[in-house]
């Protein structure tokens, strides 16, 4: 029995001896990949393609005893990026949620093309060059602009934060004559300006689709103070509102004479193409003013809005080739009742707004004349 045994003992001995020496040759679990680096390629919607190993020389042949794969570790947290976790080969993955609408090529077009009231608001200063009117009223821009000092004489300036108290040359010398001629009229301290236009013109990005040419102002119904304004007061005071509640006639309690002489003296000077008011406004004045009262009420016009500043609008200037001039102003009056009543219909007191559909396109540097892009792209104009 004892060389039975022996046999037994020495069989046993040699098979764990293959055992652990097959062990032995197994090759240790790889890393795991690094992170791809990004590419522009999408990643596939459904699948995971198989990570290859890095690259390792192959182990010499040998009897291997395969090992079970290591589990996956387990998912990163949501805020680490999703390649951190190497995914299991051949795992399916779900695809990413689609848009619920995909924008249209038009769209995405569009919003690859930056707007010219975003490019035209970022520019501070005037560009060099002589001071010209280029392009339509709202659709141009202005070069070498000027600024109107803040404060003048018989002036104030509003909103200074808007960076809108510039225009052409043409526009600050009206504003220089008709200030102390408006205090004469009406027997304010002054005026208080509005909006003009931006250092280079062009579209505004809210509050007019006009201003862009530098020959726009708004006046205020509003006598300046016997003091100067503080910039808080010039940010958040509000205008008087001539209009009474039903949009149809003036507000006795805050229309007076003075504001027929305000904007009777504003049409009455030569440069001025028109003053915009508010419709009932405008039928105030055709009541309060006589036949012989033509030639400057011609240029009184009603618009929207306008209910508690006067829009002054000036001709092109002569030194303004590119300037487009508007149609001039019928020879009548403008009181006939036929015109009057429109501004009174419910389409005008009240509109029926459109619910959905896409926004408004906003101009582009393509829709103003090619000069503009000159004009933005000019260097600054020192300022004293």
């Known amino acids: 029995m004892k060389p039975i045994a022996l046999v037994i003992l020495l069989s046993l001995t040699a098979g764990l001896a293959a055992a ?4 032995a040759q197994t090759p240790p679990a790889a890393p795991a990949p690094a992170p791809a680096a990004a590419t522009d390629a999408p990643p596939a919607p459904q699948t995971v393609a198989p990570t290859p ?12 005893v395969t090992a079970p794969a290591a589990p996956a570790p387990a998912p990163a947290a949501a805020t680490a990026p999703a390649d951190l976790a190497a995914p299991k080969q051949d795992s399916a993955v779900a695809a990413p949620p689609l848009p619920a609408k995909r924008p249209d090529d038009r769209t995405l077009q569009r919003a ?24 339509y009223y709202p659709r141009g821009c202005l070069q070498g602009g000027v600024e109107l000092p803040t404060d003048g ?36 301290k002054g005026i208080l300006v509005g909006d003009m236009a931006q250092p ?29 304004l503080s910039g808080d007061e010039r940010e958040n005071t509000s205008a008087i509102n001539l209009v009474a509640d039903d949009w149809k006639h003036v507000n006795p309690r805050t229309w007076s004479p003075a504001d027929i002489a305000f904007i009777r003296t504003a049409a009455e000077q030569p440069e001025v193409e028109r003053v915009l008011v508010n419709a009932a406004i405008k039928q105030e004045l055709c009541k309060a003013e006589t036949p012989t009262s033509k030639a400057w009420m011609s240029k009184v016009r009603p618009w929207y809005g306008h209910h508690d500043h006067i829009h002054v609008r000036l001709k092109c200037p002569p030194d303004s080739p590119n300037c487009r001039k508007q149609p001039p102003v019928p020879g009548d009056d403008g009181c006939a009742k036929k015109q009057l009543d429109y501004w009174f219909s419910d389409r005008v007191l009240h509109p029926k707004l459109k619910v959905g559909g896409p926004p408004p396109r906003a101009l582009t540097m393509a829709d103003l004349p090619p000069a503009c892009q000159s004009v933005l792209a000019a260097p600054a104009k020192p300022v004293e």
Do not use: C, Y
């Not at 652990?20 to 062990?23: E, S, T």
């Open 112 to 135: 690859a093309v930056p707007t010219a009231k975003d490019l035209f608001s970022h520019a501070e200063l005037p560009s060099l060059g002589k001071a010209m009117a280029i392009g």
């Open 53 to 64: 190993l890095p690259e390792t020389p192959a182990p010499a042949p040998s009897p291997v």
């Open 200 to 228: 280079r013109g062009g579209p505004l990005p809210f509050g007019h689709m006009s201003h862009q040419i530098g020959l726009d102002v708004d006046i205020w119904f509003m006598p300046m103070p016997d003091r100067k």
């Open 20 to 23: 652990g020496d097959a062990l």
């Open 153 to 188: 004489p018989n002036w104030q300036v509003m909103r200074l934060s808007r960076n809108r108290n510039w225009g052409h040359p043409e526009l600050v010398r009206f504003l220089e004559r008709f200030a102390p001629l408006a205090a004469k009229a009406t027997g304010w």
